[in-house]
């Protein structure tokens, strides 16, 4: 079991993907925006940031290069429908060994995209 931390916006978006990791037997922490999932950051430890990287305020790629600065080990999986966005996330080294989700994404896509990622670092 992984504890997550998951910044989306989107809050039907939030809801499905927080149940279907739960599911998987992670613990999620839900977070609205960036601003709340710094605060959150300062609570425990995570295991994996999973972020939107378009939302207001605080954007994904800003809130991992903060996660990171704090946890230098916590993985990052970026989820956005922008492809633009996506490459220029690729391009900002919020996280050399961040991956990119691009909406839309079938539940079950990202569950098995979560369970690669965190079985890297176990290896």
Do not use: W
């Amino acid at each position: 079991m992984a504890s997550i931390l998951l910044a989306e916006d989107d809050s039907s978006l939030r809801t499905f993907l927080g149940k279907a990791l739960g599911k998987a037997g992670h613990m999620v922490t839900s977070c609205e925006d960036g601003v709340e999932a710094i605060a959150a950051l300062e609570l425990r430890e995570y295991d994996l940031l999973l972020a939107d990287i378009v939302m207001p305020g605080i954007d994904g790629i800003e809130l991992a290069q903060r996660a990171t600065a704090h946890l230098p080990d916590i993985k990052v999986l970026f989820i956005t429908g922008f492809a633009a966005v996506a490459l220029n996330a690729q391009k900002t080294g919020a996280n050399r060994n961040a991956k990119i989700l691009s909406k839309p994404f079938h539940l079950r896509e990202l569950v098995q995209e979560v369970e690669r990622i965190l079985q890297e670092e176990a290896a």
